[in-house]
């Protein structure tokens, strides 16, 4: 069967993603939805206090453009604060830090490739190789 190439947002479950506090993700393109092999597309919402601590993903790179709302972002020795139209890089294996800085939530298109599917495979935190697999 032939999966839809449409995806509305509103039919995609939302998640905590593991790492992340008072953040929620939708996943709309990837191998589950849409039969993706090489990238994967979210949408994040990050509420005031919300984002991700440190972490990287080895072998996946990331890039996230801000749709709303303001964030401070490190990532690999750089610091920047972005606001709605800016994007950001994270190459892969490289620690990466994301806060809100606002005060209304940041809706933020995330796009992975490969897809990291919220393997715990899939993330490094620091001091520490692959993970476990614990959340937070």
């Not at 509305?8 to 939302?14: E, S």
């Not at 790492?19 to 990238?39: C, S, Y």
């Not at 490190?74 to 994301?98: I, L, N, R, W, Y």
Request: proline share 10%.
């Amino acid at each position: 069967m032939q999966p839809s190439y449409l995806v509305r947002t509103a039919d995609v479950p939302a998640y905590q993603p593991a790492n992340h506090h008072h953040t929620h993700n939708q996943r709309l393109i990837g191998p589950d939805t849409v039969g993706a092999k090489q990238m994967e597309v979210l949408i994040g919402t990050l509420h005031k206090g919300g984002g991700a601590l440190p972490h990287a993903h080895p072998g996946i790179e990331q890039a996230c453009y801000l749709l709303e709302g303001a964030a401070h972002v490190e990532v690999a020795g750089q610091s920047f604060e972005m606001v709605p139209g800016d994007t950001c890089f994270f190459p892969a294996d490289q620690m990466h830090v994301f806060t809100v800085t606002s005060d209304t939530p940041v809706k933020l298109l995330v796009i992975y490739s490969p897809p990291y599917g919220e393997s715990p495979d899939k993330v490094i935190r620091p001091g520490n190789s692959i993970s476990n697999g614990s959340a937070q």
